[in-house]
Every structure is written in C-alpha cells, then in structure tokens.
C-alpha cells in the first residue's frame, strides 16, 4: 500500500487530540477525547496498541483486530484510573491489508471510506447519537453534520470495560483507494465534495486537499486523513520496516521523545 498522512489542529481548537498510523500493512485513526492532554494520551496509547500487534498479525485477522480493540481498551482504562482522568476515550478505525481483503476494525464516528472507479462508499458506520438518528431516517446527512448533539459518541475505546468494534473485511482489487478520517474532516465535506478531493494524484497532494478544503470549510476540529493506495503488491506481509515503524513512533510520542 502507498500511503500518506496528514494531521492538523484545525484552527479552533488549541491542541491535536487526533493521531494517525501508517505503514505499508495498515492504516488508521484515532480522535480521542478526555480534559487536559487525557484526549491526546487516549488516541496514543489506541494507535500503539494497533501498531504493536499489526507487526505480529499472521494468520488470524479478525481475531488479531478484536485484540488489538481488547488490548486499547485496558490500555486506556488504565492510563486513565492511574491519571485518575475522567472523561478519556478515543475513536479508533483502522484497515489492514491482509488475505488479498481489506480487514476493518472501528468503534466510534471516525470513517473509513473506499475509493473505486470513481465511487466512494463509506465502510463505517458511525458510532453517534447522529448516526443512529440517520439510520432510523430521523435525519438526513446534511442535518447530521450540523446537528449540535454531533460530536456524542455512542461507542468509544477507553469508555467502558467491554467494548463491541465492528470487524469486517472486504476484497479488494488493484487501484482501490482507502480513505480514513477524522470527524473534522467529515462534518466541514459533504460526500461529494469528499469524492472528486479524495480522488486522483498522489496520496500526499490527496491529504492535502482534503485537509485544506476541512480548514477553509471553518476547521472546527482536529483533522486527520490517512490515505493508502492498493496495488497488486499491496498484499501484506507483516510489516517490520524499522523506517515505518520510526514514523509511526515518532508520531506517537516525538513530543514526549520517547523514542
Ligand atoms: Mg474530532
């Protein structure tokens, strides 16, 4: 897969509580939630816990994906008894490539979207007040971006001792492109805009526009969009590239410098 990322605070809000993974076997995002940097911490510590069982997935996808929700949920559970942090959670929806299928992990109202012949579908559904109030045709999608409730979340890592991801996988074919993001993308870009940004050039100059159109569109929120493009050789091996791992630890944690 090749792949790019791109992240931005937005411009109202004072820190980025987004983080993103992406690696040549798999891509995702978080949005976390939580006061202080409870928020930043939660969508961390989920996306590590992604990355550090991504490396080792060999036979069993599904299972692989409910371990890696299982294992950031204890994580941030217990970061956030330990910095007694009320409040703290995160979205998490990741992709992995894996048995010439596209395997989908997400809880929460992150999305992943797939780009074919010129067609986006949204893979996800979202985990919100909103989106259950679409789905039983309560509201349409334009209301829903600007409904004011839009950011309650039903299902989240980190907000209760069992959580129930959606796990799903998909064939995919040569030329599909994914599409992850963050809820600030989604609420500032209706889906056809979304469609012909996402569409066309490089995965970086993708992320960009995307980015760019969420910023002009107000940039309410944090925005995060990580593209991944499937070719023929997409199909993964367990990627233990130390140059993709660095990128996704220096992501992680460059501001703490642990690594
Ligand atoms: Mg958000």
Not at 51 to 58: D, P, V
Request: hydrophobic fraction near 35%.
């Amino acid at each position: 897969m090749k792949y790019a990322a791109l992240s931005d605070k937005g411009l109202v809000r004072p820190n980025n509580e987004d983080a993103f993974l992406a690696t040549e076997a798999a891509i995702g995002v978080a949005d976390g939630m939580g006061g202080h940097e409870g928020g930043e911490l939660a969508s961390q510590i989920a996306l590590e816990e992604a990355s550090k069982a991504i490396t080792s997935m060999e036979r069993r996808p599904k299972a692989t994906l409910a371990k890696i929700f299982a294992n950031a949920n204890s994580a941030v559970l217990r970061m956030a008894r330990e910095s007694q942090q009320t409040g703290m959670g995160t979205t998490l929806t990741i992709a992995v490539l894996k048995k010439q299928r596209i395997w989908i992990g997400h809880i929460g109202d992150s999305r992943a979207y797939l780009l074919r012949g010129g067609n986006l579908e949204q893979l996800t559904e979202d985990h919100s007040l909103v989106g259950d109030l679409v789905r039983s045709g309560g509201l349409s999608q334009d209301e829903a971006r600007t409904h004011p409730k839009r950011h309650v979340i039903t299902k989240a890592v980190g907000t209760q001792k069992l959580i129930k991801p959606d796990i799903f996988s998909l064939a995919f074919e040569d030329g599909d492109r994914l599409l992850i993001c963050t809820d600030g993308l989604t609420n500032h870009v209706e889906p056809d805009s979304l469609s012909k940004l996402a569409a066309g050039g490089s995965p970086e100059s993708a992320c960009e526009r995307l980015v760019e159109a969420a910023k002009e569109r107000g940039g309410s929120d944090n925005i995060t969009v990580v593209i991944g493009d499937i070719n023929g050789a997409s199909e993964s091996k367990p990627d233990r590239s130390s140059t993709d791992r660095r990128t996704v630890l220096s992501r992680l944690f460059g501001k703490n410098g642990v690594n």
